[in-house]
Protein backbone atom coordinates (compact mmCIF):
# COMPACT_ATOMS: atom_id res chain seq x y z
CA UNK A 1 0.00 0.00 0.00
CA UNK A 2 2.76 2.53 0.61
CA UNK A 3 3.70 2.45 -3.22
CA UNK A 4 0.47 2.97 -4.23
CA UNK A 5 0.36 6.26 -1.14
CA UNK A 6 3.67 7.70 -2.70
CA UNK A 7 2.31 7.46 -6.46
CA UNK A 8 -1.10 9.06 -5.61
CA UNK A 9 0.28 11.88 -3.68
CA UNK A 10 2.85 12.68 -6.76
CA UNK A 11 -0.04 12.73 -8.69
CA UNK A 12 -1.85 15.03 -6.80
CA UNK A 13 1.03 17.26 -6.40
CA UNK A 14 2.22 17.04 -10.34
CA UNK A 15 -1.65 17.81 -11.17
CA UNK A 16 -1.50 20.89 -8.38
CA UNK A 17 1.39 22.47 -10.16
CA UNK A 18 0.40 21.83 -13.07
CA UNK A 19 -3.20 23.56 -12.99
CA UNK A 20 -0.82 26.57 -10.90
CA UNK A 21 0.89 27.19 -13.57
CA UNK A 22 -1.68 27.18 -16.66
CA UNK A 23 -3.87 29.54 -13.97
CA UNK A 24 -1.46 31.79 -13.33
CA UNK A 25 -0.14 32.28 -17.08
CA UNK A 26 -3.91 32.80 -17.99
CA UNK A 27 -4.04 35.58 -14.42
CA UNK A 28 -0.42 36.69 -15.64
CA UNK A 29 -2.32 37.58 -18.85
CA UNK A 30 -5.40 39.20 -17.82
CA UNK A 31 -3.53 41.49 -15.44
CA UNK A 32 -2.24 42.94 -18.98
CA UNK A 33 -5.53 43.67 -20.36
CA UNK A 34 -5.21 47.68 -20.76
CA UNK A 35 -3.30 48.43 -23.58
CA UNK A 36 -3.34 51.46 -26.49
CA UNK A 37 -6.48 51.15 -28.72
CA UNK A 38 -6.89 52.14 -32.41
CA UNK A 39 -6.96 55.90 -32.76
CA UNK A 40 -10.41 56.96 -34.68
CA UNK A 41 -8.12 57.50 -37.74
CA UNK A 42 -6.70 54.17 -37.80
CA UNK A 43 -10.10 52.33 -36.83
CA UNK A 44 -11.10 49.62 -40.05
CA UNK A 45 -15.13 49.63 -41.50
CA UNK A 46 -16.65 47.02 -38.89
CA UNK A 47 -20.07 45.01 -38.78
CA UNK A 48 -21.00 44.00 -35.77
CA UNK A 49 -23.59 40.51 -36.03
CA UNK A 50 -26.31 39.64 -33.78
CA UNK A 51 -27.99 36.36 -34.65
CA UNK A 52 -31.82 36.43 -32.68
CA UNK A 53 -33.81 33.25 -32.23
CA UNK A 54 -35.55 33.49 -28.33
CA UNK A 55 -35.77 36.32 -26.53
CA UNK A 56 -32.41 35.94 -23.80
CA UNK A 57 -32.83 37.76 -20.91
CA UNK A 58 -30.63 40.48 -21.39
CA UNK A 59 -31.22 40.86 -24.99
CA UNK A 60 -32.33 44.33 -24.09
CA UNK A 61 -28.71 45.33 -22.74
CA UNK A 62 -26.96 43.34 -25.36
CA UNK A 63 -28.68 45.22 -28.01
CA UNK A 64 -28.01 49.04 -26.01
CA UNK A 65 -24.44 48.43 -25.79
CA UNK A 66 -24.23 47.62 -29.11
CA UNK A 67 -25.47 50.87 -30.45
CA UNK A 68 -23.26 53.15 -28.22
CA UNK A 69 -20.29 51.37 -29.43
CA UNK A 70 -17.45 54.22 -29.30
CA UNK A 71 -16.34 53.07 -32.43
CA UNK A 72 -16.05 55.62 -35.43
CA UNK A 73 -17.07 53.37 -38.48
CA UNK A 74 -19.48 50.59 -37.97
CA UNK A 75 -22.52 48.44 -38.74
CA UNK A 76 -24.80 46.83 -36.88
CA UNK A 77 -26.64 43.61 -39.05
CA UNK A 78 -29.58 41.85 -36.99
CA UNK A 79 -29.74 38.54 -38.22
CA UNK A 80 -33.22 37.31 -37.05
CA UNK A 81 -34.63 33.59 -37.33
CA UNK A 82 -38.18 35.07 -38.37
CA UNK A 83 -40.36 37.74 -37.82
CA UNK A 84 -42.73 36.56 -35.50
CA UNK A 85 -39.48 35.85 -33.31
CA UNK A 86 -39.81 36.80 -29.37
CA UNK A 87 -36.41 38.77 -29.99
CA UNK A 88 -38.28 40.69 -32.47
CA UNK A 89 -40.69 43.24 -30.16
CA UNK A 90 -37.47 43.37 -27.64
CA UNK A 91 -35.58 44.49 -30.60
CA UNK A 92 -37.64 47.44 -32.08
CA UNK A 93 -38.19 48.57 -28.83
CA UNK A 94 -34.57 48.81 -27.71
CA UNK A 95 -33.37 49.99 -31.37
CA UNK A 96 -36.39 52.48 -30.98
CA UNK A 97 -35.10 54.10 -27.46
CA UNK A 98 -31.66 54.50 -29.04
CA UNK A 99 -30.56 57.19 -31.34
CA UNK A 100 -27.70 55.00 -33.57
CA UNK A 101 -29.37 54.42 -37.07
CA UNK A 102 -26.39 52.64 -39.24
CA UNK A 103 -28.03 49.24 -38.35
CA UNK A 104 -30.01 46.61 -40.63
CA UNK A 105 -32.59 43.87 -39.67
CA UNK A 106 -32.80 40.94 -42.08
CA UNK A 107 -34.43 37.61 -41.66
CA UNK A 108 -32.98 33.91 -42.10
CA UNK A 109 -34.45 32.82 -45.56
CA UNK A 110 -34.13 29.35 -46.76
CA UNK A 111 -32.11 27.97 -43.52
CA UNK A 112 -29.78 25.79 -44.75
CA UNK A 113 -30.48 21.75 -43.89
CA UNK A 114 -26.61 21.00 -43.55
CA UNK A 115 -25.67 23.33 -40.48
CA UNK A 116 -26.90 25.17 -37.26
CA UNK A 117 -29.29 27.58 -37.65
CA UNK A 118 -26.66 29.68 -35.98
CA UNK A 119 -23.86 29.27 -38.85
CA UNK A 120 -26.80 29.52 -41.91
CA UNK A 121 -27.53 33.54 -40.60
CA UNK A 122 -23.65 34.32 -40.45
CA UNK A 123 -23.17 32.79 -44.15
CA UNK A 124 -26.43 34.80 -44.70
CA UNK A 125 -25.44 38.03 -42.97
CA UNK A 126 -21.37 37.96 -43.79
CA UNK A 127 -22.60 37.49 -47.73
CA UNK A 128 -24.78 40.46 -47.70
CA UNK A 129 -21.86 42.63 -46.77
CA UNK A 130 -20.36 45.34 -48.68
CA UNK A 131 -16.96 45.20 -50.50
CA UNK A 132 -16.15 48.17 -47.93
CA UNK A 133 -16.52 46.29 -44.94
CA UNK A 134 -12.94 45.16 -43.53
CA UNK A 135 -13.51 43.40 -40.36
CA UNK A 136 -16.58 41.36 -38.87
CA UNK A 137 -17.93 40.98 -35.10
CA UNK A 138 -19.74 38.33 -33.68
CA UNK A 139 -21.52 37.83 -30.15
CA UNK A 140 -24.55 36.21 -28.59
CA UNK A 141 -27.34 37.82 -26.88
CA UNK A 142 -26.26 37.21 -23.59
CA UNK A 143 -22.96 39.46 -24.43
CA UNK A 144 -23.10 42.61 -22.63
CA UNK A 145 -20.78 44.87 -25.14
CA UNK A 146 -19.45 47.73 -23.17
CA UNK A 147 -18.88 51.18 -25.14
CA UNK A 148 -14.96 49.83 -26.14
CA UNK A 149 -15.85 46.52 -26.89
CA UNK A 150 -15.14 47.02 -30.46
CA UNK A 151 -12.36 49.34 -30.55
CA UNK A 152 -10.41 46.49 -28.18
CA UNK A 153 -11.18 43.96 -30.81
CA UNK A 154 -10.59 45.62 -33.59
CA UNK A 155 -6.84 46.68 -32.15
CA UNK A 156 -5.96 43.42 -31.54
CA UNK A 157 -6.74 42.27 -35.14
CA UNK A 158 -3.79 44.98 -36.28
CA UNK A 159 -1.01 42.56 -36.48
CA UNK A 160 -0.62 40.52 -40.14
CA UNK A 161 -0.48 37.37 -38.66
CA UNK A 162 -3.97 37.71 -36.64
CA UNK A 163 -6.81 36.70 -38.38
CA UNK A 164 -8.72 36.58 -35.39
CA UNK A 165 -9.63 37.95 -31.80
CA UNK A 166 -11.67 36.59 -28.98
CA UNK A 167 -12.96 37.40 -25.58
CA UNK A 168 -14.57 35.08 -23.13
CA UNK A 169 -17.03 34.87 -20.15
CA UNK A 170 -16.83 34.80 -16.38
CA UNK A 171 -20.07 33.72 -14.57
CA UNK A 172 -21.32 35.78 -12.25
CA UNK A 173 -25.31 34.50 -11.70
CA UNK A 174 -27.85 36.60 -9.60
CA UNK A 175 -28.43 33.61 -7.73
CA UNK A 176 -25.82 30.92 -6.72
CA UNK A 177 -28.31 28.08 -7.33
CA UNK A 178 -26.66 24.56 -7.73
CA UNK A 179 -26.91 24.75 -11.69
CA UNK A 180 -25.35 28.01 -11.53
CA UNK A 181 -22.17 27.30 -9.24
CA UNK A 182 -21.43 24.05 -11.16
CA UNK A 183 -21.34 26.15 -14.45
CA UNK A 184 -19.68 29.15 -12.74
CA UNK A 185 -16.57 26.56 -11.61
CA UNK A 186 -17.09 24.11 -14.70
CA UNK A 187 -16.23 27.75 -16.69
CA UNK A 188 -13.63 29.08 -14.50
CA UNK A 189 -11.54 25.85 -15.26
CA UNK A 190 -13.07 25.94 -18.92
CA UNK A 191 -11.71 29.38 -19.88
CA UNK A 192 -7.83 28.24 -18.75
CA UNK A 193 -7.86 25.18 -21.50
CA UNK A 194 -9.55 27.84 -23.99
CA UNK A 195 -6.54 30.16 -23.53
CA UNK A 196 -4.10 27.81 -23.81
CA UNK A 197 -5.25 26.29 -26.61
CA UNK A 198 -6.50 28.93 -28.64
CA UNK A 199 -10.11 28.26 -28.20
CA UNK A 200 -11.86 31.26 -29.90
CA UNK A 201 -15.19 32.00 -28.55
CA UNK A 202 -18.05 33.09 -30.55
CA UNK A 203 -19.78 34.98 -27.83
CA UNK A 204 -16.99 37.85 -28.42
CA UNK A 205 -15.26 36.98 -32.18
CA UNK A 206 -14.09 39.56 -34.37
CA UNK A 207 -12.21 37.86 -37.83
CA UNK A 208 -11.09 39.87 -40.69
CA UNK A 209 -12.94 39.58 -43.61
CA UNK A 210 -9.97 38.72 -45.73
CA UNK A 211 -8.71 36.34 -43.70
CA UNK A 212 -12.65 34.86 -43.72
CA UNK A 213 -11.92 34.32 -47.27
CA UNK A 214 -9.13 33.15 -47.58
CA UNK A 215 -9.38 30.16 -44.88
CA UNK A 216 -12.78 29.55 -46.47
CA UNK A 217 -14.10 29.72 -43.40
CA UNK A 218 -18.29 30.64 -45.12
CA UNK A 219 -17.81 27.01 -46.90
CA UNK A 220 -16.84 25.30 -43.18
CA UNK A 221 -19.73 26.82 -41.95
CA UNK A 222 -21.97 25.92 -44.41
CA UNK A 223 -21.92 22.76 -43.15
CA UNK A 224 -20.96 22.91 -39.36
CA UNK A 225 -22.47 22.94 -35.65
CA UNK A 226 -20.85 26.16 -34.63
CA UNK A 227 -18.73 28.90 -35.76
CA UNK A 228 -16.34 29.27 -33.07
CA UNK A 229 -13.86 26.04 -32.67
CA UNK A 230 -12.87 25.34 -35.83
CA UNK A 231 -11.21 29.08 -36.70
CA UNK A 232 -7.80 28.14 -35.04
CA UNK A 233 -7.19 25.51 -37.41
CA UNK A 234 -8.84 27.40 -40.14
CA UNK A 235 -6.72 30.38 -39.74
CA UNK A 236 -3.67 28.21 -39.28
CA UNK A 237 -3.84 27.25 -43.02
CA UNK A 238 -2.84 30.51 -44.23
CA UNK A 239 -0.48 31.23 -41.29
CA UNK A 240 -2.89 33.32 -38.83
CA UNK A 241 -3.81 32.90 -35.58
CA UNK A 242 -6.44 33.47 -32.88
CA UNK A 243 -5.46 35.70 -29.92
CA UNK A 244 -7.17 35.98 -26.99
CA UNK A 245 -8.02 39.95 -25.73
CA UNK A 246 -7.93 40.02 -21.94
CA UNK A 247 -9.84 43.19 -21.54
CA UNK A 248 -12.89 41.12 -23.33
CA UNK A 249 -13.70 39.56 -20.22
CA UNK A 250 -17.27 39.51 -20.28
CA UNK A 251 -19.44 39.43 -17.11
CA UNK A 252 -22.48 36.89 -17.31
CA UNK A 253 -25.24 36.78 -15.19
CA UNK A 254 -27.54 34.31 -16.24
CA UNK A 255 -29.02 31.72 -13.89
CA UNK A 256 -28.95 28.33 -14.66
CA UNK A 257 -30.35 24.53 -13.30
CA UNK A 258 -28.20 21.70 -13.65
CA UNK A 259 -30.42 20.08 -15.71
CA UNK A 260 -30.17 22.66 -18.13
CA UNK A 261 -26.20 22.83 -17.60
CA UNK A 262 -26.30 19.32 -18.54
CA UNK A 263 -27.66 20.57 -21.83
CA UNK A 264 -25.23 23.27 -22.15
CA UNK A 265 -22.28 21.71 -21.15
CA UNK A 266 -22.97 19.05 -23.80
CA UNK A 267 -22.86 21.28 -26.33
CA UNK A 268 -19.69 23.21 -25.87
CA UNK A 269 -18.21 19.63 -25.76
CA UNK A 270 -19.57 18.73 -28.61
CA UNK A 271 -18.21 21.61 -30.55
CA UNK A 272 -14.55 20.65 -28.89
CA UNK A 273 -14.72 17.72 -30.11
CA UNK A 274 -15.81 18.11 -33.43
CA UNK A 275 -13.55 21.16 -33.94
CA UNK A 276 -10.27 21.84 -31.97
CA UNK A 277 -7.32 19.75 -32.26
CA UNK A 278 -6.56 19.57 -28.90
CA UNK A 279 -10.06 17.49 -28.27
CA UNK A 280 -8.13 14.18 -26.93
CA UNK A 281 -6.42 16.11 -24.09
CA UNK A 282 -9.71 17.64 -23.04
CA UNK A 283 -11.45 13.94 -22.83
CA UNK A 284 -7.70 13.06 -21.30
CA UNK A 285 -7.72 15.68 -18.84
CA UNK A 286 -10.78 15.11 -17.68
CA UNK A 287 -11.10 11.64 -17.42
CA UNK A 288 -8.11 10.85 -15.72
CA UNK A 289 -9.23 14.05 -13.29
CA UNK A 290 -11.82 12.16 -12.50
CA UNK A 291 -10.27 8.86 -12.26
CA UNK A 292 -7.42 9.54 -10.03
CA UNK A 293 -10.09 11.05 -7.50
CA UNK A 294 -11.82 8.01 -7.90
CA UNK A 295 -9.19 5.94 -6.85
CA UNK A 296 -7.76 8.33 -4.24
CA UNK A 297 -10.95 7.67 -2.60
CA UNK A 298 -11.29 3.43 -3.30
CA UNK A 299 -7.65 3.61 -1.98
CA UNK A 300 -8.87 5.34 1.69
CA UNK A 301 -11.47 2.84 1.70
CA UNK A 302 -9.24 0.21 1.20
CA UNK A 303 -7.30 1.36 4.09
CA UNK A 304 -9.42 2.02 6.50
CA UNK A 305 -11.43 -1.72 5.71
CA UNK A 306 -7.87 -3.49 6.16
CA UNK A 307 -6.93 -1.33 9.60
CA UNK A 308 -4.40 0.82 8.30
CA UNK A 309 -6.24 4.16 9.65
CA UNK A 310 -3.06 6.79 9.17
CA UNK A 311 -3.15 6.02 5.88
CA UNK A 312 -6.67 6.03 5.19
CA UNK A 313 -6.52 9.37 6.75
CA UNK A 314 -3.49 10.55 4.98
CA UNK A 315 -5.19 9.96 1.67
CA UNK A 316 -8.03 11.43 2.74
CA UNK A 317 -6.31 14.95 3.45
CA UNK A 318 -4.38 14.67 0.53
CA UNK A 319 -7.42 14.29 -1.69
CA UNK A 320 -8.87 17.21 0.86
CA UNK A 321 -5.47 19.37 0.02
CA UNK A 322 -5.45 19.23 -3.47
CA UNK A 323 -9.04 20.10 -3.92
CA UNK A 324 -8.55 22.92 -1.47
CA UNK A 325 -5.46 24.03 -3.34
CA UNK A 326 -7.46 24.14 -6.74
CA UNK A 327 -10.24 26.32 -5.26
CA UNK A 328 -7.73 28.92 -3.75
CA UNK A 329 -6.61 29.05 -7.45
CA UNK A 330 -10.52 30.41 -8.05
CA UNK A 331 -10.50 33.53 -6.07
CA UNK A 332 -6.71 34.47 -7.78
CA UNK A 333 -8.86 34.16 -11.17
CA UNK A 334 -12.04 36.19 -9.84
CA UNK A 335 -10.28 39.02 -9.11
CA UNK A 336 -8.21 39.70 -11.74
CA UNK A 337 -11.40 39.38 -14.01
CA UNK A 338 -12.94 42.13 -11.15
CA UNK A 339 -10.49 44.45 -11.79
CA UNK A 340 -11.21 43.82 -15.59
CA UNK A 341 -14.52 44.59 -14.95
CA UNK A 342 -14.10 47.63 -12.31
CA UNK A 343 -11.93 49.70 -15.05
CA UNK A 344 -14.59 49.09 -17.67
CA UNK A 345 -17.03 51.16 -15.05
CA UNK A 346 -19.27 47.65 -14.45
CA UNK A 347 -20.39 46.06 -10.98
CA UNK A 348 -18.11 43.70 -9.98
CA UNK A 349 -19.74 42.31 -7.13
CA UNK A 350 -21.60 39.16 -6.00
CA UNK A 351 -25.21 39.98 -5.52
CA UNK A 352 -25.59 36.78 -3.13
CA UNK A 353 -21.72 35.56 -2.92
CA UNK A 354 -21.50 31.81 -2.26
CA UNK A 355 -19.02 30.77 1.04
CA UNK A 356 -15.83 28.72 0.68
CA UNK A 357 -17.75 25.95 1.72
CA UNK A 358 -20.17 25.61 -0.80
CA UNK A 359 -17.57 26.49 -3.43
CA UNK A 360 -15.33 23.17 -2.04
CA UNK A 361 -18.24 21.11 -1.80
CA UNK A 362 -19.85 21.97 -5.63
CA UNK A 363 -16.18 21.81 -6.45
CA UNK A 364 -16.26 18.21 -6.21
CA UNK A 365 -19.90 17.97 -7.23
CA UNK A 366 -19.10 19.77 -10.66
CA UNK A 367 -15.96 17.23 -11.41
CA UNK A 368 -18.50 14.02 -11.37
CA UNK A 369 -21.54 16.31 -13.02
CA UNK A 370 -18.57 17.40 -15.69
CA UNK A 371 -17.49 13.70 -16.26
CA UNK A 372 -20.81 12.48 -16.91
CA UNK A 373 -21.58 15.03 -19.11
CA UNK A 374 -18.01 14.84 -20.70
CA UNK A 375 -18.52 10.78 -21.32
CA UNK A 376 -22.35 11.32 -22.86
CA UNK A 377 -20.61 14.09 -25.41
CA UNK A 378 -18.09 10.93 -26.59
CA UNK A 379 -21.38 9.37 -28.23
CA UNK A 380 -23.43 12.10 -28.74
CA UNK A 381 -25.06 12.07 -32.15
CA UNK A 382 -28.19 13.81 -31.64
CA UNK A 383 -28.88 17.07 -29.93
CA UNK A 384 -31.26 19.44 -29.94
CA UNK A 385 -29.82 23.67 -29.76
CA UNK A 386 -33.06 25.97 -29.10
CA UNK A 387 -35.65 23.88 -30.17
CA UNK A 388 -34.45 22.21 -33.32
CA UNK A 389 -32.94 18.93 -33.19
CA UNK A 390 -29.73 18.01 -35.29
CA UNK A 391 -27.67 15.19 -35.91
CA UNK A 392 -24.66 14.75 -36.01
CA UNK A 393 -22.35 12.49 -38.31
CA UNK A 394 -18.98 14.29 -38.62
CA UNK A 395 -17.61 17.90 -38.13
CA UNK A 396 -18.78 18.78 -41.52
CA UNK A 397 -21.73 16.23 -41.82
CA UNK A 398 -24.22 18.27 -40.03
CA UNK A 399 -27.92 17.49 -40.81
CA UNK A 400 -31.25 19.91 -39.28
CA UNK A 401 -33.75 17.65 -38.68
CA UNK A 402 -36.40 20.01 -39.18
CA UNK A 403 -37.24 23.46 -38.88
CA UNK A 404 -39.54 25.34 -36.76
CA UNK A 405 -40.00 28.77 -35.35
CA UNK A 406 -39.03 29.41 -32.04
CA UNK A 407 -41.50 28.34 -29.32
CA UNK A 408 -40.34 29.91 -25.24
CA UNK A 409 -39.72 27.55 -22.82
CA UNK A 410 -39.61 27.93 -19.04
CA UNK A 411 -36.14 29.50 -17.75
CA UNK A 412 -35.58 26.08 -15.34
CA UNK A 413 -35.67 24.05 -18.60
CA UNK A 414 -32.99 25.89 -20.99
CA UNK A 415 -30.03 27.94 -20.37
CA UNK A 416 -29.66 30.37 -23.54
CA UNK A 417 -26.70 30.55 -23.78
CA UNK A 418 -24.19 28.86 -26.42
Known sequence: MSTMYLVLFGILIGSAMTQFYLVAGFVSCLRKWKKPLLADSACPQATVILCLRGGDPFLTRCISGLLAQDYPNYDVLFMVDNAEDPSVPILNQTIADCAFDRFRIDYLTNPLTTCSLKCSGLVQAIESLPATTKIVALLDADTIPHSLWLRELCTALEPNNVGAATGNRWYRPTKPSQGSLIRYLWNAAAIVQMYWYSIAWGGTLALKIDSI???????????????????????????????????????????????????????????ARLYHPFWSLVVAHGVSSAVVILWGCLLGVVAAVQGDVLGALGVFFALFSFHTFLSCLLPWMEHSVFEIAKGRGEDHTWPSKPNFMAVLWFGWLTQWVYTWALLGCLFLKRFNWRGIDYEVEGPFDIKMLGYRPYQTEPKTQEAHSI
Do not use: H
Not at 223 to 230: F, V
Not at 256 to 270: E, G, I, M, N, P
Open 213 to 271: RRAGILDSWRKAYCEDSMVRSALAKIGQQVVFVPSLMMINREDCTVSAYQTWVKRQLLS
